[in-house]
T-cell receptor, first 114, second 111 residues
Framework: DAGVTQSPTHLIKTRGQQVTLRCSPKSGHDTVSWYQQALGQGPQFIFQYYEEEERQRGNFPDRFSGHQFPNYSSELNVNALLLGDSALYLC?????????????FGNGTRLTVT | GQQLNQSPQSMFIQEGEDVSMNCTSSSIFNTWLWYKQDPGEGPVLLIALYKAGELTSNGRLTAQFGITRKDSFLNISASIPSDVGIYFCAGPDQGAQKLVFGQGTRLTINP
């Protein structure tokens, strides 16, 4: 039973570029959430996708966008990259968006912006 | 938005010692979660607390949901090398899965 998988594991981009990160949820899960974890900090909620729609959003600019596909996998897109976007991006999946179903996290994508 | 403050920020202990860390908030939480993150991995849920005053154990780990709903504690008994990592508290912010995390407590164990 595969857990949450994310790709790529590491990525280096230049300021101003665009990036797409991918996530496959744990088998049986239908909800995907994305978090940004800066070095030495706890994860910060970016947004959540359920039924291919963005359901909740954290305090992140419109440069951060996402998508969920019919197979429940998800993408996180970041446009016009800034140096401050360098972080570990974590995907978490769960069953349903609003209940107490625990989040299962992937191992993240480490994004470095130079 | 809601913020969680964890203390201490880091701990250096001897193997076999007991560990205690806490998490406080200026606002009420209805759920408290404790996660552990190992290097290069995502956070893993250790304990979930859903009721004020609740005391829950998971092996050598014990966590408590504070009576005021504004704090929670995590204790680890008889620490072992694999307990090394960063421990985060978290709680829901306007949504069961829109979690707010503390800044973490980094645990280092000297053998």
């Amino acid at each position: 039973d595969a857990g949450v998988t994310q790709s790529p594991t590491h990525l280096i981009k230049t300021r101003g570029q665009q990036v797409t990160l991918r996530c496959s949820p744990k088998s049986g899960h239908d909800t995907v959430s994305w978090y940004q974890q800066a070095l030495g900090q706890g994860p910060q909620f970016i947004f959540q996708y359920y039924e291919e729609e963005e359901r909740q959003r954290g305090n992140f600019p419109d440069r951060f966008s996402g998508h969920q596909f019919p197979n429940y996998s998800s993408e996180l897109n970041v446009n016009a990259l800034l140096l401050g976007d360098s972080a570990l991006y974590l995907c978490a999946s769960s069953l349903g968006p609003g209940n107490n179903s625990p989040l299962h996290f992937g191992n993240g994508t480490r994004l470095t912006v130079t | 938005g809601q913020q969680l403050n964890q203390s201490p920020q880091s701990m250096f202990i001897q193997e076999g010692e007991d560990v205690s860390m806490n998490c406080t908030s200026s606002s009420i939480f209805n759920t408290w979660l404790w996660y552990k993150q190992d290097p290069g991995e995502g956070p893993v849920l250790l304990i979930a607390l859903y009721k004020a005053g609740e005391l829950t154990s998971n092996g050598r780990l014990t966590a408590q949901f504070g009576i005021t709903r504004k704090d929670s504690f995590l204790n680890i008994s008889a620490s072992i090398p694999s307990d090394v990592g960063i421990y985060f508290c978290a709680g829901p912010d306007q949504g069961a899965q829109k979690l707010v995390f503390g800044q973490g407590t980094r645990l280092t164990i000297n053998p």
